[in-house]
């Protein structure tokens, strides 16, 4: 079923329930929302956008967002959001990777795309071309789609360096809303959901159950995280329920210390994305009590592996609660969970090795990537790549991630991605890049360089490549790097050089 029936069937019961929000202005009730996906998806089609066919969203959080996914889906097309801070040759390669034509654009990152020389059309939300398709006939109703026709391509980056498109379908999107209703919170039309991390990822992917259940979407004026417009914005709507990686309910913790917020008018706070400390969280739910629900996804397994409830985050009378908290939770209703062996084996509670899960939520493979997907999915089981423990009551703990993966801000940074930036430096023998952790952020990007380049010269280079998340903080130029007998570098030693110099 095309999920875009959920939109339909609410604006049917509540058309003038409010549903889009820019700050406290109402841009839209489930009446207009509705009309306005119906005629983009009209306009896609005299396009010549057929159903499969990919549309883009490189935009920034805002109402039109929503408006141009519920479009696409209406039209039977494959939505493809785009994290709005990436460069915009990063972006240039995920829309020639997913063969998309057309994409829908933000001011500042129509520009990106063009100096990208990206492929296919960009249509501005802010200008004529987006005007006249909110303006065009709309369709009947969502087009007809099976439940395992691609709904939502999604790029994750890889440790080869080149993003990977996640192939994300109508049905595993269904289990994800539903189980978010089981597993995660309740949701009702009086409840409204702010998105202050990017739309294209955690927090567009809980947007589906609140449009089933006919909440209000609120965008931040800013567009993107601000702890004093999320304090004020919660107080105007009441019952707010976000998406929020682990350091961004850090800096809220640290700021409302600061100005005496309680989190007045938050719900529901559900982290993830990144490791979360456990004094950041004990002292976060002292600061705004129990509103807070920890998910552990993947991209290949959206938003939908493991939970711990706000019951359990809030809980300090089980004589095990901090391992408990520690953890990422137990699994969610649709799906398997279990701890494997090199070769994917189940091990005993306790025992050490590789996260792996199976389910309606788990994706179907990558995009056009017949070589990673033999990889990372075995047997029917994904390979999460994630190391750690599952305990005799279920809860998963997890230890380290075997990919390097460096998560910053809640973004991830792969450290290959950055090395091959860097490698292009015609002084740079050799450079290898790990995360270092950072009080606010989480980790931050270290690069350890082989070579006579200057650092303004790598901090440019990083500037015209790659997004700016993603940019080293640090250089430190070395004679040589550690390596194993087998000549690969070890990133562990570098890691303990930057703790050593501490």
Not at 10 to 30: I, K, R
Request: aromatic share 8%; proline share 6%.
């Amino acid at each position: 079923m095309n999920l875009g029936h959920w939109l339909r069937r609410t604006a049917q019961l509540s058309p003038e329930q409010p549903a889009l929000f820019l700050g406290e202005e109402l841009v839209a009730d489930y009446r207009a929302f509705d009309q306005g996906a119906a005629r983009v998806a009209g306009w896609l089609q005299s396009q010549g956008i057929a159903p499969g066919d990919r549309v883009g969203i490189f935009m920034k959080n805002c109402p039109d967002y929503l408006i141009a996914f519920y479009g696409i889906w209406y039209a039977g097309a494959v939505a493809v959001p785009i994290n709005a801070k990436l460069h915009g040759r990063e972006a240039a390669f995920i829309l020639e990777n997913s063969e998309t034509t057309l994409c829908f654009t933000s001011p500042g990152l129509t520009e990106a795309l063009e100096e990208a020389g990206a492929p296919g059309r960009r249509v501005d939300s802010t200008g004529a071309e987006f005007a006249a398709a909110l303006a065009h006939v709309p369709v009947a109703g969502p087009a007809p789609c099976a439940p395992d026709d691609l709904a939502w391509l999604f790029y994750t980056s890889g440790t080869t360096g080149r993003p990977k498109g996640v192939q994300i379908t109508h049905r595993m999107l269904m289990a994800v809303s539903l189980c978010y209703l089981n597993d995660v919170d309740h949701a009702t039309a009086q409840d409204a959901i702010l998105y202050a991390a990017p739309m294209s990822h955690g927090a567009g992917l809980y947007n589906m159950v609140h449009v089933l259940v006919g909440a209000r979407h609120v965008c931040p004026v800013s567009g993107g995280f601000d702890p004093a417009e999320i304090f004020a914005l919660a107080r105007h709507h009441r019952n707010i329920q976000m998406f929020a990686a682990p350091t961004m309910v850090h800096r809220m913790t640290a700021a409302a210390k600061v100005t005496g917020e309680t989190g007045e008018g938050l719900r529901t706070i559900v982290y993830g994305g990144g490791p979360m400390y456990l004094a950041d969280i004990t002292e976060a739910v002292a600061q705004f009590g129990p509103v807070f629900v920890q998910i552990y996804g993947q991209g290949e397994c959206p938003m939908g592996i493991t939970a711990l409830s706000r019951d359990l985050v809030a809980d300090r009378s089980h004589p095990r609660w901090r391992e408990r908290l520690l953890s990422v939770g137990r699994a969610q209703s649709p799906v398997e969970v279990r701890i494997g062996d090199a070769d994917g084996n189940p091990v005993g509670p306790g025992e050490h090795g590789e996260i792996m899960v199976k389910g309606d939520i788990v994706m179907p493979g990558y995009w056009q990537n017949p070589e990673a997907n033999a990889k990372t999915l075995v047997d029917g089981w994904l390979m999460t790549g994630d190391m750690g423990f599952m305990d005799e009551d279920g809860f998963v703990t997890m230890q380290d991630r075997s990919k390097d993966m460096i998560i910053t801000g809640g973004s991830n940074v792969y450290p290959r991605e950055v090395e091959e930036v860097l490698l292009t430096h015609p002084a740079v023998r050799e450079v290898s890049v790990v995360g270092r952790p950072h009080p606010d952020w989480g980790e931050e990007v270290v690069a350890f360089v082989v070579g006579e380049a200057t650092e303004g010269e790598l901090d440019a280079l990083c500037n015209e490549n790659i997004a700016r998340f993603k940019r080293p903080k640090a250089y430190i130029f070395a004679p040589e790097l550690p390596k194993n007998n087998y000549g690969k570098v070890l990133k562990t030693e570098l890691r303990k050089r930057l703790e050593e110099d501490k």
